[in-house]
């Protein structure tokens, strides 16, 4: 079964600067993908990035990148100029197979708050 | 239009009521999804639908019904819930080919009584 890992609950970060959301995973599927998804307090679950395991290069959207690190099993989450309206929930999750369907496996997830 | 579309936005059942979760969705995709969320936890996958059969069940009470009528609708059928399947319940989408995104709806919050 595939394990999803984030280890910072919370996050606090100052307007404008970087911040960096840490996620591990742990599959023995050699085809994979990894999502990021924003949660705000009401609730939808926005996608941010997708990196594909056989990707070259790392994901990026925007301010979005993803620091992808397959030997090291990790796909952290990169946003540049955090803004205010990037406090949420971010959560980590892969695509997971079973009986011929496929599901989201989500990790625990850290909650960002940006000051001003 | 990449929208997943969930009504109601909220409810509050009785313990003794019947309801129904609608979710709808007009991309093509032909996999589709119910999440329970609890507060502060992430999305737990309940039933997962592959061109509109059950795909996956994970081991969810039978007070849970979901139906897929077609392939742009599903719906979640509730009946003698607990107060304990109080939660934020979220509907999904993606097409079935490999590592695509699923597109979310704003979820219906359930409160039972």
């Known amino acids: 079964a595939q394990k999803i890992t984030q280890t910072q609950p919370g996050m606090f970060v100052q307007e404008k600067e970087a911040v960096t959301l840490d996620c591990t995973y742990d599959t023995s599927d050699p085809s994979y993908g990894l999502f990021w998804y924003k949660q705000p307090s009401s609730g939808e679950m926005i996608f941010l990035i997708y990196?594909?395991?056989?990707?070259?290069q790392n994901a990026t959207e925007g301010r979005y990148s993803l620091n992808f690190q397959k030997a090291r099993k990790s796909a952290n989450l990169v946003i540049s100029a955090s803004q205010l309206g990037d406090s949420a929930m971010y959560f980590c999750a892969m695509r997971e197979y079973f009986q011929g369907a496929q599901k989201l496996v989500f990790g625990q997830g850290t909650r960002l708050t940006i000051n001003p | 239009d990449t929208e997943v579309t969930q009504t109601p936005k909220h409810l509050v059942m009785g313990m003794t009521n019947k309801k129904s979760l609608k979710c709808e969705q007009h991309m093509g995709h032909r996999a589709m999804y119910w999440y329970k969320q609890k507060a502060k936890k992430p999305p737990e996958l309940m039933f997962v639908y592959s061109y509109e059969k059950l795909s996956i069940n994970e081991s969810v009470p039978s007070r849970f019904s979901p139906e897929c009528p077609n392939s742009s609708l599903l719906n979640l059928h509730l009946h003698a819930l607990q107060p304990e399947d109080s939660a934020l319940y979220l509907c999904?989408?993606?097409?079935?080919?490999?590592?695509?995104?699923?597109?979310f709806g704003q979820g219906t919050r359930l409160t039972v009584v």
């Open positions: 990196q594909g395991s056989y990707d070259q």
């Open positions: 999904a989408s993606s097409q079935v080919s490999r590592n695509t995104e699923a597109f």
